[in-house]
């Protein structure tokens, strides 16, 4: 089993910045693909980013397009943390943010193929 806890939402004006936690333990060795979904009131849970890797190496990234330049996904090997950097944010990336592993390290993009889910946090970009 792997347990994900997200941290680092909040509220904040459009044009800033937040960085997003996502915190595992438990067998956190089998986990090489870590994804980073949103999801907004009445919206189906969309894709973020991703971030496959092996022996502790990163292998690698990818982003939805309507985050790619802004969001930034990351990994502290020490910490077993995944981050989620997240510039110059717009209102519409207001969402409940969530963390997500799998232990495939395959570049996994729809919700369905992971099977580890952190219990989310919520961003909030005011205009």
């Known amino acids: 089993q792997v347990q994900l806890v997200e941290s680092g939402g909040g509220l904040v004006q459009a044009g800033g910045s937040l960085r997003l936690s996502c915190a595992a333990s438990g067998r956190t060795f089998r986990a090489h693909t870590m994804g980073w979904f949103r999801q907004a009131p009445g919206n189906d849970r969309e894709f973020v980013a991703l971030?496959?890797?092996?022996?502790?190496?990163?292998?690698?990234?990818d982003y939805a397009d309507s985050v790619k330049g802004r969001f930034t996904i990351s990994r502290d090997n020490a910490l077993n943390t995944v981050y989620l950097q997240m510039n110059n944010l717009r209102p519409e990336d207001t969402a409940v943010y969530y963390c997500?592993?799998?232990?495939?390290?395959?570049?996994?993009?729809?919700?369905?193929?992971?099977?580890?889910w952190g219990q989310g946090t919520q961003v909030t970009v005011s205009s």
């Open positions: 971030l496959t890797w092996s022996s502790m190496i990163t292998y690698y990234t």
């Open positions: 997500a592993a799998d232990e495939s390290g395959r570049r996994y993009y729809q919700a369905a193929e992971y099977d580890y």
